[in-house]
């Protein structure tokens, strides 16, 4: 995502009249951003944010460079799944020559802020993005729900007419049909979503190939896992 916080920095964060504030003026901005982002849905302030700053007093050396000081951040975007958790922050950061800077994501500004209304701006397009990415995911689900309907009427028609039992499992990309040959052997057809229409024609003739090849005394060797041999197998006389 970092291509797309870079072009939201870009396109919110003008640099045209950059602000140059003191210590206390930085302390008023920041004020005056947290009190509007709380209107913003899903935006909050983050008072025990660990982004990273250097202190120049902890440096022993009197040639290191003075850091940017770090005046607040705002949690934008917490999102979760089975895996992992991410979250989104925006950093308001003020730089050794007094003007403000933004962080996204940990994407910098390439310009210093101008004015409080860029920051709530650049946050209200961040939120905007999110949406938009939520809707178009909930429509890939969908238009995967669909298509692996299709795929298991289709298998559920032909293990009940061809009479063979079947599982499968799913991704994000394809769905995998594994049949079952005996009781401790079987093979696996990958269903790639975005060829369903292609191979659904063509799956009947596939599996009666195999399946008749296994029965003329060839053996295949796969890389399935033994638990399928536990799974859940959809029998073709419940069909």
């Known amino acids: 995502m970092s291509p797309s916080l870079q072009k939201l920095l870009r396109e919110n964060i003008s640099g045209d009249d950059p602000l140059e504030v003191s210590p ?4 008023e901005v920041v004020e005056d951003l947290l009190a509007r982002v709380e209107s913003l849905a899903g935006a909050e ?6 982004y990273y ?3 120049p007093a902890l440096s022993d050396s009197s040639d290191e460079p003075p850091g940017d000081t770090l005046c607040c951040c705002v949690l934008l975007e917490e999102s979760q799944d089975r895996w992992y958790r991410h979250q989104t922050h925006l950093h308001l950061l003020r730089s050794p020559d007094q003007k403000l800077w933004v962080d996204l994501g940990g ?3 390439p310009e210093p802020l101008s004015n409080i209304g860029e920051i ?3 946050a209200q397009a961040f939120q905007k993005r999110v949406e938009q990415q939520k809707a178009k995911a909930a429509k890939r689900e969908k238009q995967r729900d669909l298509k692996l309907q299709a795929i ?3 298998v559920r028609k032909i293990a009940k007419e061809d009479k063979f039992d079947f599982a499968t499992e799913m991704d994000t990309i394809k769905v995998k049909l594994i049949i079952r040959l005996s009781d401790n052997d079987y093979f696996a057809i990958l269903i790639p979503f975005n060829q369903f229409k292609t191979v659904l024609p063509k799956l009947r003739t596939a599996i009666q190939a195999l399946r008749e090849t296994y029965d003329s005394g060839v053996r295949f060797k796969t890389h399935l896992k033994r638990g399928y041999r536990r799974s859940n197998w959809i029998r073709h006389q419940d069909l």
């Not at 206390?24 to 302390?27: I, R, T």
């Not at 302030?45 to 660990?50: E, I, Q, Y």
Request: glycine residues 0%; charged residues 25%.
């Open 45 to 50: 302030r983050n008072d025990r944010c660990h």
């Open 120 to 122: 709530i701006a650049l």
């Open 152 to 154: 298991i009427a289709q």
């Open 53 to 55: 700053h250097r202190f």
């Open 107 to 109: 994407q910098r500004s």
């Open 24 to 27: 206390e003026q930085a302390q």
